[in-house]
Nanobody
């Protein structure tokens, strides 16, 4: 089993920055892709950014040039640096990883979410 714990959400003014962190723990054998999703009120959950174990990244068009995803494989942690935040970035952000534990076969895991509010 793998647990994901997110941190770093909060209230920020438009144009500001936040850094989200997500640490994976448990009986981890290997972590493959890691990523961040978000869900705004009344909208479907969408992929914001993802990163492979080798460091290849992917971003949704609306955050390109403003958000940066990174990971520390030694710490089983993924980060999302969010700059130039806009009100439309307001959402609950969820951490996701595709991982294999010593008990369970490879599957997706989710964090509980952290709220990001961009407002003046």
């Amino acid at each position: 089993q793998v647990q994901l714990v997110e941190s770093g959400g909060g209230l920020v003014q438009p144009g500001g920055s936040l850094r989200l962190s997500c640490a994976a723990s448990g009986s981890i054998f290997s972590i493959y892709n890691m990523g961040w999703y978000r869900q705004a009120p009344g909208k479907q959950r969408e992929l914001v950014a993802s990163i492979t174990s080798g460091g290849r990244t992917n971003y949704v068009d609306s955050v390109k040039g403003r958000f940066t995803i990174s990971r520390d494989n030694a710490k089983n942690t993924v980060y999302l640096q969010m700059n130039s935040l806009k009100p439309e970035d307001t959402a609950v952000y969820y951490c996701n990883c595709n991982a294999e534990s010593f008990i369970l076969s490879r599957r997706d895991y989710w964090g509980e979410g952290t709220l990001v509010t961009v407002s003046s």
